[in-house]
């Protein structure tokens, strides 16, 4: 069975500084996705970033951007120049190639401080 | 821009009572998904549905849980007979063809169970 680990429950930053949340998970296959999806006080998931496991590059997207590391089993998320909109939970998810669902990490609260 | 929607966004039930939760997918896709949050909580996968069938189900989704689509436009997950630890925030997702699609979320219903 594959199992998402966020270790980080909590954690704050300035404004303007950098951040990143970690990610882990366990899974003996090899295609897959990996994905950050933020749920702030609305409620609503919305899909931040997304790395497909066969590819090298580490994907970004604006201030946003991970760091895969597919040997180790590891994704984490990294945010530049943080903004006060950016206070969320954020939850790691992974889903296999040929399988439909999708699984989630516990989530971390970012809370960007003024 | 399109997006998943879900009614109501709040609902209260004894327990006991059985609960329908209403979800408007996207029109053009093709698996669906509902999520369970206990409140503070991880996301957890429940069910998805792909080609008027389940096609993968947690162990939380039990015999007291069923989900349908009655018409080809609604999504609907139904709680037989609700028990105090049903109360969590339900979110439906939807996602198009393709195994990197990203998964659309609707804001969620609230259910709590008294």
């Known amino acids: 069975a594959q199992t998402v680990t966020q270790s980080q429950p909590e954690m704050s930053v300035q404004e303007a500084e950098t951040v990143t949340l970690s990610c882990t998970y366990d899974?003996?296959?090899?295609?897959?996705?990996l994905f950050w999806y933020k749920q702030p006080p609305s409620r609503q998931m919305i899909l931040v970033i997304r790395q497909e496991a066969y590819k090298q590059q580490n994907a970004t997207e604006n201030r946003f951007s991970v760091n895969f590391q597919k040997a180790a089993k590891s994704f984490s998320l990294k945010i530049s120049d943080s903004q006060l909109g950016d206070t969320a939970m954020y939850f790691c998810?992974?889903?296999?190639?040929?399988?439909?669902?999708?699984?989630f990490g516990a989530g971390t609260r970012l809370t960007v401080k003024p | 821009e399109p997006e998943v929607t879900q009614t109501p966004s709040h609902q209260v039930t004894q327990m006991g009572q059985e609960v329908i939760l209403r979800c408007v997918p996207i029109?053009?896709?093709?698996?669906f998904y509902w999520y369970r949050q206990i409140l503070g909580q991880k996301v957890e996968f429940l069910v998805s549905?792909?080609?008027?069938?389940?096609?993968?189900k947690s162990e939380i989704f039990d015999d007291q849980f069923s989900v349908e689509r009655p018409d080809g436009s609604n999504f609907t997950l139904k709680i037989r007979s609700t028990k105090l630890e049903d109360s969590a925030m339900y979110f439906c997702?939807?996602?198009?063809?393709?195994?990197?699609?990203?998964?659309?979320f609707g804001q969620g219903t609230r259910l709590t169970v008294v």
């Open positions: 899974t003996s296959e090899n295609n897959y996705y």
């Open positions: 549905f792909y080609n008027n069938e389940i096609s993968e």
């Open positions: 997702a939807s996602r198009g063809q393709g195994a990197d699609t990203e998964a659309f």
């Open positions: 029109s053009n896709h093709l698996y």
């Open positions: 998810a992974f889903k296999l190639y040929n399988n439909n669902d999708m699984r």
